[in-house]
């Protein structure tokens, strides 16, 4: 409701963020200010975020847990409750500061806190710049099953700040790659070209891809609020990335994978299966998995894994009447939604990928 | 987002409503439809439901434990659960068949199952017609706060079919009388008129009544949607009602009220504030106190109920930077909104209750 108006969801980055974070404190008076953190933000984000936001007050700080592993309604009632212990009111607002998790998660509880306080996202890992800080989408995992329970409902501002990127592990930072390709991958030739090659280490040029991939998912979002269509195509590498991000977590012989080497693969078999169905040219598919595993290291799958995969990818939220339907690509930047895949398909996709 | 459409959370009475739901389920194919309904409604109202709609398939019955102690969100979270294990999917309904708590409860978890699937409400109770069932409020209580998690989400439709209050104990009937008399109060002299007397057993004239006070509060609403001025005015009697409802929870020398007895105080201690301070008629005082005594029962209040009472009434989610407001009225239908009220007039109050 509130949460409709225009001036909200929008991303700024460095100085200016802090300056209009400054001004949308003073204008909105909130009652209290809490900031959401894991302990990793706790330590090396929180000290960064107070000097630069020059609070009257300082706010009080709710420390949740590190990991995917949290995401779900057990730590969400954990700050409910803490919300409510230390008095928020109807005119609170939570800061969000950490990677996904946290923003998802912190997203999801102010929302729904007394049916709705105002919240900033202040993302602090690559992926969460990337990925998480457009589009209002916020919630929890059910189980292993990913982002179950959530709403959409936009922040009142989202503070882009690179800064924080230099407190990431490196694998981290690879991670959130992942859906910078992505971004490549759907939408434009050229971006691709920039970021299958970036060297991460000049900062002047990553942080422009970094702002360049939030515009693309801007302008997708944007034309698209309610994911009737073009929206879809984030899903780009996901139908699979999800369902292999979810059983290297609960598979007991495996290790977690982070979000991004879970969707990396992801996009090695989609565009694999793009090939197959859409005709999308074999040779740039060759140099798409080329330069996904540039990147990410291969990963094992036994047929086991893969049947479990399959089985997991029937609870992805975007499969309608019990029909898994993948975004699959015509060529880089040439998106078709809705396509039918047959598990048999599924297979030789990921026989490609092992066999690279 | 596609909640927000103008067809939607409209009410429709008795057979026009039936034939309404069978378009909406024609029109929106679900892929699977649910209906939750507590151990009561399953029994009561279910039956009556499967004859009324017709369904091509029947659909999957969820069950909650009934009442307030179980509108929380480890209810919830069975729910959610046992929807993905039966395999809902974004293009799934849920019916919510019950009173209050079921639609409440039943709202929040459809509006946050995978960010929101449609749902339809079916209130079985006087106070869920005449209260729960328009405005798109949801939620579940947090420990004895009443309502402290939700979102504001509409329902494809409201059904309000009498018939269910045919299911209805006599002391539940009476409990949704007093948001009837609420509406009369803070809206309307001619309404108040009709309602003080209503003689529950003319099924007719009874009828008109709960339908005229739907409209009263869809008048509100619509007027009002994001609750900055008018909409307030629905909280009339519930500052003290609320929190005299939760200490009767929580407090081991209590019975629990029902909603409506915890709010028939609320009204009689809010007109006195209001002849206090607005000068709201002292005869209309008197009237109104009889008339609420005339259904329901006086409750006894010591000093320390009074004071944990009161303790409780800071926690209310309509309280704004720690101070408690109240609305109150000048005269019937003429209201005024943040009123500030101190401890002692909240006493004097309740003397006048007890001696009255």
């Known amino acids: 409701m509130e949460k409709e108006g225009k001036e909200k969801g929008l991303v700024y980055k460095n100085e200016m963020a802090w300056e209009?974070?400054?001004?949308?404190?003073l204008k909105s008076k909130p009652s209290?200010?809490?900031i959401l953190v894991d302990e990793n933000t706790e330590n090396h984000c929180l000290p960064y975020l107070l000097k630069k936001a020059g609070f009257e007050t300082i706010p009080e700080t709710i420390i949740i847990p590190e990991g995917e592993a949290h995401k779900n309604i057990a730590t969400c009632l954990n700050v409910w409750e803490t919300l409510s212990d230390k008095g928020a009111d109807r005119n609170s607002m939570i800061i969000n500061l950490g990677g996904g998790v946290v923003t998802d998660l912190g997203g999801f509880v102010a929302s729904t806190f007394?049916?709705?306080?105002?919240?900033?996202?202040?993302?602090?890992s690559l992926l969460a710049m990337v990925d998480a800080s457009v589009g209002g989408k916020n919630g929890v995992d059910l189980g292993h099953k990913k982002n179950q329970i959530g709403v959409i409902a936009l922040p009142e501002m989202v503070i882009l700040?690179?800064?924080?990127l230099k407190t990431l592990p490196k694998e981290?930072?690879?991670s959130g790659i992942a859906e910078m390709l992505k971004h490549g991958l759907i939408h434009s030739k050229a971006y691709w070209e920039r970021i299958k090659n970036v060297d991460v280490s000049d900062n002047s040029a990553f942080n422009n891809l970094i702002w360049d991939s939030i515009e693309i998912k801007k302008e997708i979002v944007t034309k698209d609020p309610l994911e009737k269509n073009l929206r879809k195509t984030l899903n780009y590498g996901h139908t699979l990335g999800h369902a292999i991000e979810s059983h290297?977590?609960?598979a007991s012989n495996k290790n977690p994978l982070l979000h991004g080497e879970a969707v990396a693969v992801g996009l090695i078999l989609a565009t694999y299966i793009s090939t197959e169905i859409l005709s999308f040219p074999k040779e740039?598919?060759?140099?798409?998995?080329?330069s996904i595993f540039n990147y990410?290291?291969?990963?094992?799958f036994t047929q086991n894994d893969i049947a479990a995969i399959i089985n997991l990818m029937a609870f992805d939220k975007k499969n309608r009447n019990g029909k898994v339907l993948f975004v699959l690509l015509e060529d880089i930047g040439r998106h078709k939604c809705n396509c039918e895949v047959n598990n048999e398909l599924i297979y030789k996709a990921f026989e490609y990928y092992k066999n690279f």
């Open 172 to 174: 981290h930072i690879v």
């Open 284 to 290: 740039t598919l060759e140099e798409v998995t080329h």
């Open 161 to 164: 700040d690179t800064e924080f």
């Open 248 to 250: 290297f977590l609960e």
């Open 296 to 300: 990410f290291p291969k990963q094992s």
């Open 114 to 124: 007394m049916r709705g306080i105002s919240f900033i996202n202040i993302p602090t």
């Open 32 to 34: 209290k200010i809490f």
């Open 20 to 25: 209009i974070f400054s001004k949308i404190i």
